[in-house]
């Protein structure tokens, strides 16, 4: 009587067991597809293409094309790109949208070319790496970083250099940037394995201070200020490492996120406290950096070698960057998997492959319908437009 009723319990127990597995496969279910139903809450559509003159499928693309970065000014009206070919070209936004508002051509591509579609350009006297608008500036001066180690900044208004800074023994400059919080400091990482730091009132740049953050002068490939206004900066090396300092003691990091595997290539601020790195491991990460924890990767794209853009939409949490399979990626923060991928032309001008996207840049503004401009390896700049389905 023991045995059968030890059988019966057993059996009991296994019964229940198997409810509750059913129970939990079906909860996972739900979640996995609303997961999927909130993946696909966005429409992405290509609306301009802007490329060279007589650009064809058949042309090969000059190297000198390539772009490097692309920088929305504050008021999300005008764009500046920047790259091999020592310029900086200035577009007004709403000029990319010829068809703009036009129902019976709303699926249709505006294709451009740089020479009619940029208001104008300035020459630079080497390749950049990277541009970025002066906050205190009201979108007149915008400072760049260069592969001859030099940062400078521009007069838009007079199209002319007004301020030079060279202390980086000639290293490239990977990146540059504005402090929010204190508008008159300015900072470059570069090869050299330093970050400095300026002020930007003094016509000769005078030095605030040099942070030397990656192990064994690791180069510095991004520097980032809070753009809520905190006194942090945001400082990415080649030793895998986001080092993070307060501006106003920079002798030791307030923070340091660990957890990728190869060269860190972009850091950018979500909020006060969460930030996203990109990295030639492949992936993205989410970090909290008051704990110092990694949230979240993302994978999807190919990265493993070059620096393929990274850029977050804050009002809508999605990330983009570029891949080197000539791909446009966007990401949900939520979710490790992109959430829509556009692919370019995937062999090339020449016939084969080799193109890349190499920059990428969201338009801040609105919540349910958002722009991603795309840069490339071949010269051209692709607008996308995405909207949130009802």
Known sequence: MKNLSTKFHRHSHHHTQESENHEKEAIEEEQEQQEEKARCEWDFSLTTIVSSGNNNISSTPAIS???????????????????????????NFKSLFAHENTSQNAHEITCLDHARACDYYICTPAKLSSIRWKPSSDG???????????VMEYCLERRIPIFERDEHGGRRVWSVDYSHWDP???????????????????ESGEGVATVQPGVGR???????????????????????????????????????????????????????VTLVSASIDG???????????????????????????????????????????????????????????HESNPVGRDGCGGGFVSSVC?????????????????????VFQGRRKS
């Open 283 to 341: 992936c993205l990460k989410l970090w909290d950096s008051d704990n110092s924890n990694v949230i979240r990767s993302y994978k999807g794209h190919v990265n493993s070698r070059s620096f393929i853009g990274l850029s977050v939409w804050r009002n809508g949490g999605l990330l983009g960057c570029g891949s080197e399979n000539n791909k446009v990626f966007v990401y949900d923060r939520r979710w490790g998997e992109p959430i829509w991928v």
């Open 184 to 202: 008159v400091l300015g900072a470059s990482g570069s090869d050299d394995g330093t970050m400095q730091m300026w002020d930007t009132r003094c």
């Open 140 to 150: 007149r001066v915008l400072g760049s970083g260069d592969y001859d180690g030099v």
């Open 218 to 272: 690791s180069a510095v490939c991004c520097v980032e200020f809070n753009p809520f206004g905190g006194p942090i900066v945001a400082v990415g090396c080649a030793d895998r490492r986001v080092y993070g300092y307060d501006i106003r003691m920079t002798g030791d990091p307030v923070f340091v996120l660990d957890g990728h595997r190869k060269t860190v290539t972009y850091i950018k601020f979500l909020d006060n």
């Open 65 to 91: 094309d390539a772009l490097g970065v692309i920088e929305f000014d504050q008021t999300n009206s005008i764009i500046a790109t920047g790259g091999i070919a020592r310029k900086i070209r200035i577009y």
């Open 362 to 382: 969201w338009r801040q503004v609105e919540e349910d319908q958002c722009t991603l401009v795309a840069g490339g390896s071949d010269g051209d700049l692709q």
